[in-house]
């Protein structure tokens, strides 16, 4: 007799699992729990099987009759209904990691292991807020380019140019993966390569050799800039290391008898994956940077090892971001311009430039910016650290900040070098 719902929901489960027939190999499973389930026992190939339709009442007793109904019909038709339902899931796995941001979130996952983290964090971010609420959910295979484009063309209209190429190339890349693992026959994003407004590249605001003397007496006669971050400004200006690498520096990086800095590869900016291979860099000190650490050491925070320690955070060390607000009250950055727009990586640039003009060797120079050698064969061979070189360059370059800052000849560089 077939089942009733009824009936269904007076069983009583017993101490061992009780098998309920409703017909035509349909029947339920109640286990001593009281759980019930739905199976269907068939033969194929001339071998007796089973089949899960579910779990009642999630399943009712209608849903489990048509889904019986169904798997007869494949049978009827030489199918094994137990084959075509593993078929199925496996189908619904495929497209579940076929939409865009499913293909996003592995090309991410691999990449952010050789990023920087905060760069992880922006990247992700950027899909999120620009490509996810509108392309997320969809199978990668059935976005066109006109659908990427509209998407990104609505970020070139906030203005944010820059971020719209970066959305593309970052697109670029997903899809390259999505074509090689055969959840996309072509690449949109590849096609829209030139179709966006390009952004105007501008350099980093950079003080220039006339502008340098102003920003010194600036810098030295402040009285709303701490003594630790005015040291830190003349620290950077003089070795012009990248911020990032100077506030995580640690008192066991220096050995300021012999007036050297190792930045550990770490601390680097480089790829996570070859920070573990990279050469630490080592920084000569000229004896202004040896004094203005030598300073820092006779005020040393205990307990912590950064050589520019947090005013805020037991145990952390400065924020980057410092610099920025120490500009500001001075009239180089944010909200205050008054005397020109300064960013902390333009130290970078306006040593470097003076440096060249005054005569000093380029490699020195670009070794002491720990920059990579753009010629791969060149960098295979010229593994030349250029320190006695970089020592005395460095020497004459803090010399010359501080005849600056006195007031001197903002060409005497040249002079000097000569």
Not at 58 to 78: F, H, M, N, W, Y
Not at 212 to 241: D, R
Not at 325 to 345: I, L
Not at 399 to 413: I, P, R, S
């Amino acid at each position: 007799m077939p089942l009733t719902k009824l009936e269904i929901d007076r069983i009583t489960p017993g101490e061992k699992q009780v098998k309920v027939t409703d017909g035509q190999g349909l029947y339920l499973l109640v286990m001593p729990n009281a759980a019930k389930y739905w199976r269907l026992k068939y033969r194929f190939a001339g071998k007796e099987k089973v089949l899960a339709l579910g779990v009642y009442p999630e399943v009712s007793l209608k849903e489990a009759r048509l889904k019986r109904d169904e798997a007869r019909r494949l049978l009827a038709q030489g199918e094994d209904p137990g084959e075509q339902k593993k078929k199925n899931a496996r189908k619904q796995l495929v497209e579940a990691s076929s939409t865009f941001q499913a293909v996003a979130q592995e090309w991410w996952n691999k990449m952010s292991a050789e990023w920087a983290p905060t760069h992880a964090t922006g990247v992700w971010r950027s899909l999120e807020i620009h490509l996810f609420p509108k392309l997320g959910d969809r199978p990668i295979r059935d976005i066109s380019a006109m659908d990427l484009l509209l998407v990104l063309q609505s970020v070139e209209k906030q203005g944010l140019h820059d971020t719209a190429n970066r959305l593309r190339e970052r697109c670029n890349a997903i899809w390259r993966r999505a074509v090689k693992t055969g959840r996309a026959a072509a690449n949109p994003a590849a096609d829209l390569a030139g179709e966006l407004i390009t952004p105007i590249t501008k350099p980093q605001p950079s003080l220039t050799r006339e502008e340098l003397p102003a920003f010194l007496v600036a810098l030295g006669t402040n009285e709303h800039i701490s003594l630790q971050t005015k040291y830190l400004i003349k620290l950077v200006m003089i070795c012009f290391t990248r911020i990032g690498e100077t506030v995580q520096a640690k008192w066991d990086d220096f050995d300021l008898d012999k007036a050297i800095w190792t930045i550990p590869p770490e601390t680097r900016k480089l790829k996570r994956v070859l920070k573990a291979a990279a050469a630490p860099h080592i920084v000569p000190l000229p004896s202004q940077a040896v004094d203005i650490l030598r300073q820092l050491h006779m005020h040393r925070v205990e307990g912590n090892d950064f050589v520019f320690p947090s005013f805020f955070y037991r145990g952390r060390h400065m924020s980057k971001a410092t610099l920025l607000k120490a500009f500001e009250r001075m009239g180089y950055s944010g909200k205050n311009t008054e005397n020109g727009h300064v960013v902390t990586h333009g130290f970078r640039a306006t040593a470097s430039t003076i440096l060249n003009e005054a005569g000093f060797n380029p490699d020195a120079i670009e070794r002491q910016l720990s920059h990579k050698e753009p010629n791969q064969v060149r960098a295979a061979y010229n593994r030349a650290q250029y320190m006695e070189e970089r020592r005395t360059m460095l020497q004459s370059w803090a010399d010359y900040l501080d005849k600056v800052e006195q007031g001197g000849d903002t060409t005497l560089l040249a002079a000097m070098h000569a």
